[in-house]
């Protein structure tokens, strides 16, 4: 299934558990961020084997969330992969109609959040060492009264935001760009 703005959305929990492992995430991710490569160049990006690398591809290819890329190859021994799709979706409520789906769906988000906090926790802990950032990272949270239907709507206007953040042509300026990682939940709370 499609969303408006094209984004897949992933209603199949085999394909969700095969994205809810931690190298296999981390592998989408370095495929989003560095765009096509081979399993010797994710191994490179990863510090993994590339008997291991090749393994996780193959699931991921298996689920549909990697395609081959053959056309980046030099010759017919070198095989390389890339993103099936640029961004995918889940919500979690679509897996609540049988508790296996739902633990599936319930695995994908608490590893998706132990990744995003580690990815932070990361950039605490070598901060000092990256000082030309230290007044660009941020951090923000704040306590709205919402909707549901207004929590939907700010969320299309966070990701219309981050998409033309994203799409947006890079001047050739000079200046080095870091990959940045950014990430925020809107959920109901109390304080």
């Not at 049988?98 to 950039?123: E, F, H, K, N, T």
Request: charged content about 30%; proline content about 6%.
């Amino acid at each position: 299934m499609t969303e408006p703005n094209d984004v897949p959305k992933v209603t199949d929990s085999r394909v969700l558990a095969a994205m809810s492992h931690p190298l296999r995430r981390r592998l989408l991710d370095v495929l989003k961020v560095h765009g096509p490569s081979t399993a010797s160049g994710l191994a490179d990006r990863t510090g993994q084997a590339v008997a291991n690398i090749s393994h996780h591809l193959k699931v991921l290819a298996a689920a549909g969330l990697t395609v081959e890329a053959p056309e980046l190859a030099r010759d017919r021994r070198e095989r390389w992969w890339r993103l099936a799709a640029p961004e995918l979706r889940w919500v979690t409520g679509d897996f609540d109609d049988d508790p296996a789906r739902q633990a599936v769906a319930g695995a994908a988000v608490s590893l998706a959040l132990d990744r995003q906090i580690g990815l932070v926790r990361a950039w605490h802990a070598v901060r000092e060492q990256r000082e030309a950032w230290n007044g660009a990272a941020f951090s923000v949270d704040k306590w709205l009264h919402l909707t549901p239907a207004e929590l939907g709507e700010l969320e299309r206007e966070i990701l219309a935001l981050l998409e033309r953040w994203e799409r947006r042509d890079v001047p050739d300026d000079g200046k080095a760009r870091e990959p940045v990682f950014l990430f925020a939940h809107g959920v109901p709370a109390e304080p």
